[in-house]
T-cell receptor, first 113, second 113 residues
Framework: DAGITQSPRHKVTETGTPVTLRCHQTENHRYMYWYRQDPGHGLRLIHYSYGVKDTDKGEVSDGYSVSRSKTEDFLLTLESATSSQTSVYFC????????????FGPGTRLLVL | AQSVSQHNHHVILSEAASLELGCNYSYGGTVNLFWYVQYPGQHLQLLLKYFSGDPLVKGIKGFEAEFIKSKFSFNLRKPSVQWSDTAEYFCAVRGSSASKIIFGSGTRLSIRP
């Protein structure tokens, strides 16, 4: 398995609070991604990064921000959590954005009450 | 815009039955195609991928998939399933000039022992 960890693995929070999820990789891969997984929707891309300080939006970016100050860390922040953001969040990495496979982290299960 | 359709949301089979999961994509250019598997409580793992060459791709655990360009399809097959194949299966596509992968909504496979 690729060296990807996510923290926390589980979190319960209240509506309106900010939440930050961390993805850490030891592979020195250039690309990092945040997805959310919801029943009936598969995985949907929230944001991705193609290098330090270089990020772009995915298909469901509203209400989320990201930061990448180091190659190994990609942070996802829910600025003001809502119940619709209850989901399982997966981080993924790939060596490049070209013909490269994405490898996934173990996921973070977030419940917003 | 690229998209992926998995028409079977839940498939139930008995052990030793043959499996075929459908995947159709929409994209006008050259594509990379993937099948990922998610076992209960685990993260996504790559089963197989197609980038170019032989359209019949063999993956891990006896799975294979065939890319049929004229049908925009990349169906997953296994001749004889086992109870341990119980999982959710995701088809994914990436346009060759893109860095983002689009996932289908997934097919849940249940195997009766």
């Amino acid at each position: 398995d690729a060296g990807i960890t996510q923290s926390p693995r589980h979190k319960v929070t209240e509506t309106g609070t900010p939440v930050t999820l961390r993805c850490h990789q030891t592979e020195n891969h250039r690309y990092m991604y945040w997805y959310r997984q919801d029943p009936g929707h598969g995985l949907r891309l929230i944001h991705y990064s193609y290098g330090v300080k270089d990020t772009d939006k995915g298909e469901v970016s509203d209400g989320y921000s990201v930061s990448r100050s180091k190659t190994e860390d990609f942070l996802l922040t829910l600025e003001s959590a809502t119940s619709s953001q209850t989901s399982v969040y997966f981080c993924a990495i790939s060596e490049s954005g070209g013909e490269e496979t994405q490898y996934f982290g173990p996921g973070t299960r977030l419940l917003v009450l | 815009a690229q998209s992926v359709s998995q028409h079977n949301h839940h498939v139930i089979l008995s052990e030793a039955a043959s499996l075929e999961l459908g995947c159709n994509y929409s994209y006008g250019g050259t594509v990379n195609l993937f099948w990922y598997v998610q076992y209960p409580g685990q993260h996504l793992q790559l089963l197989l991928k197609y980038f170019s060459g032989d359209p019949l791709v063999k993956g891990i655990k006896g799975f294979e998939a065939e890319f049929i360009k004229s049908k925009f399809s990349f169906n997953l097959r296994k001749p004889s399933v086992q109870w341990s194949d119980t999982a959710e299966y995701f088809c994914a596509v990436r346009g060759s000039s893109a860095s983002k992968i689009i996932f289908g909504s997934g097919t849940r496979l249940s195997i009766r022992p």
